[in-house]
């Protein structure tokens, strides 16, 4: 069974960073998969803003390119997102979320398609 943990968020100032882990077991970055980080204010859509797959492809979405950096750790099972430049319309919950291979790039940001989820950590950025 997969299991997703997600710790490092916090509250921080504007122009801040933060970089949030996510510690994986129940699969190993050997396998076929894509993995991805979202994120979920209060009121709105959960969106996608990182992915990175097996072969190595990472995917960021437009609002987050320049800023987010997604990684992983094979050796420690664990897949990070360090987040740089940060901003009040950042704050949200941001999920780690994990799936079989998407071959499709762009599903790669979409929610329906990971079948397994972390709780999530919190990241409220202050002015």
């Known amino acids: 069974q997969v299991q997703l943990v997600e710790s490092g968020g916090g509250s921080v100032q504007s122009g801040g960073s933060l970089r949030l882990s996510c510690a994986v077991s129940?699969?190993?970055?050997?396998?076929?998969?894509?993995m991805g980080w979202f994120r979920q204010a209060p009121g709105k859509e959960r969106e996608g803003v990182a992915s990175?797959?097996?072969?190595?492809?990472?995917n960021y979405a437009n609002s987050v390119k320049g800023r987010f950096t997604i990684s992983q750790d094979n050796a420690k099972n664990t897949l990070y997102l360090q987040i740089n430049s940060l901003n009040p319309e950042d704050t949200a919950m941001y999920y780690c979320a994990a799936a079989g291979f998407l071959s499709i790039v762009s599903s790669r940001l979409l929610a329906g398609n990971y079948p397994n989820w972390g709780q999530g950590t919190q990241v409220t950025v202050s002015p």
């Open positions: 990175i797959c097996f072969t190595g492809h990472i």
């Open positions: 129940g699969f190993t970055f050997s396998s076929s998969y894509c």
